[in-house]
């Protein structure tokens, strides 16, 4: 099935991933054997597979070429492509580094091409922190005056929920629950049921906001210069394709997008998600854009038999 080919299982808070080097574009993986790898029970098990390829072997990233070397070849753990995935990209930069295909300096920077476009990765003391470009809400000015677009059906809870849809560019929906127990008593190992419905799916994040707190802001000597407001919510995400996953990055992008806008124009600029598999920074940049940052952990390597 992949011959002698060794893959690298790496996470992000939680969301685990399978990478392989494909340096050249000649010898991608086989959908059936994608999906094979990545089941949990009969494979090595993850959300995803990421190949790494150069960028000039990409026919669809060629308008890419000139802004950066490598390309992340992103799949769900069904086979079908994804835009992009805001924890995985950070696991893709880790194992670009762990294979030697890249040499990243704390406090440097680097560009990856996906199918959201060039995004800009900097690696930081504990991990990377990735420009994720502009966000956009598809149901518009009604949409963001509401707060809402859709109505969404989740087993565990006895009635539909209002959401709110945030492109970023991955299609989210997100939904507002009233407490921590409410969120427990979602079922997402069922899918929810969205109306109306997209047309490519959508992941589908269930979030409690916790409110905000006063935090120190430190300059490079660690002299405390002042405070600013950080929002804090705790979200729980069934991603397409995939099923309920412990993280998802673009996915706490858009929850902290949707509780900032819920919470109208004195909303903080930066919020922290709470996931089950661990804690990840959203930040809001001039211009409508995004930065995420989390951890990556390399946590073996693996060359299947078949």
């Not at 804690?279 to 390597?301: N, S």
Request: glycine content about 12%; some cysteine; charged content about 25%.
């Amino acid at each position: 099935m992949t011959g002698a080919r060794t893959f690298v299982k790496a996470h992000g808070t939680g969301n685990d991933f399978l990478l392989y080097s494909d340096v050249d574009g000649t010898d991608p993986l086989a959908t059936e054997d994608l999906v094979a790898l990545a089941d949990r029970h009969l494979g090595i098990g993850a959300d995803g597979v990421i190949r790494a390829v150069r960028t000039a072997a990409v026919d669809e990233a060629s308008d890419q070429v000139a802004a950066a070397e490598w390309f992340m070849d992103y799949r769900n753990a069904d086979g079908s492509v994804a835009e992009m995935c805001g924890n995985g990209i950070r696991t893709y930069v880790a194992y670009l580094e762990h294979t030697g295909l890249l040499d990243l300096q704390v406090g440097e920077a680097t560009t990856i091409a996906t199918r959201a476009g060039t995004l800009v990765v900097h690696k930081e003391d504990d991990g990377y922190a990735v420009e994720m470009g502009t966000w956009t809400v598809p149901g518009g000015e009604p949409a963001l005056a509401d707060g809402f677009d859709v109505t969404v059906g989740l087993a565990g809870l006895d009635e539909p929920r209002p959401g709110l849809r945030v492109a970023t560019p991955n299609p989210h929906t997100v939904i507002a629950l009233s407490d921590l127990e409410e969120l427990e008593a979602v079922d997402l190992s069922v899918a929810p049921r969205l109306e109306p419905e997209p047309a490519d799916g959508s992941n589908v994040e269930v979030v409690v906001p916790l409110g905000e707190r006063e935090v120190d802001v430190v300059d490079d000597d660690g002299t405390v210069v002042g405070t600013e407001r950080i929002g804090v919510v705790r979200m729980r995400v069934h991603e397409r394709g995939v099923g309920e996953t412990l993280s998802c990055g673009t996915g706490a992008c858009a929850a902290a997008i949707a509780t900032r806008i819920w919470f109208g124009d004195d909303a903080p600029d930066e919020w922290v998600v709470l996931v089950p598999g661990g804690r990840l920074q959203v930040r809001m940049l001039e211009g409508g854009a995004v930065e995420l940052a989390g951890p990556a952990e390399i946590v073996a390597e693996v060359t299947p038999l078949g």
